[in-house]
């Protein structure tokens, strides 16, 4: 088993910052990548950023690329999510999830194994 912890989420003014923070616990080692994904009311999960262990792939959804930076230390086995230049639609319940090995790129929800409780971003225009 797998334990994955989000952290860092608030209210903040449009244009502000927020690092989100992901730590797994647990059978880490079985676990491949660790990815982000967010649910705004009314709309489904969707895929935010990943990135694998190793670092060797990362991918960002396109409605954040350029703001989002994902990360990791292996050292801690946590996985960051530095926004930058946030928008009231980033406006969503961010979760953590960590994926055991997959071949189809670890965008879709259901490639994912484990799951945090999430951490709630809400931004303020």
């Known amino acids: 088993q797998v334990q994955v912890v989000e952290s860092g989420g608030g209210l903040v003014q449009a244009g502000g910052s927020l690092r989100l923070s992901c730590a797994a616990s647990g059978r880490t080692d079985s676990t491949y990548a660790m990815g982000w994904f967010r649910q705004a009311p009314g709309k489904e999960r969707e895929f935010v950023a990943v990135i694998t262990w190793s670092g060797g792939y990362i991918y960002y959804a396109d409605s954040v690329k350029g703001r989002f930076t994902i990360s990791r230390d292996n050292a801690k086995n946590t996985v960051y999510l530095q926004i930058n230049s946030l928008k009231p639609e980033d406006t969503a319940l961010y979760y953590c999830?960590?994926?055991?090995?997959?071949?189809?790129?670890?965008?879709?929800?259901?490639?994912?194994?484990?799951w945090g409780q999430g951490t709630q971003v809400t931004v303020s225009s």
């Open positions: 999830a960590a994926a055991r090995y997959s071949s189809r790129g670890y965008r879709r929800p259901t490639e994912y194994t484990y």
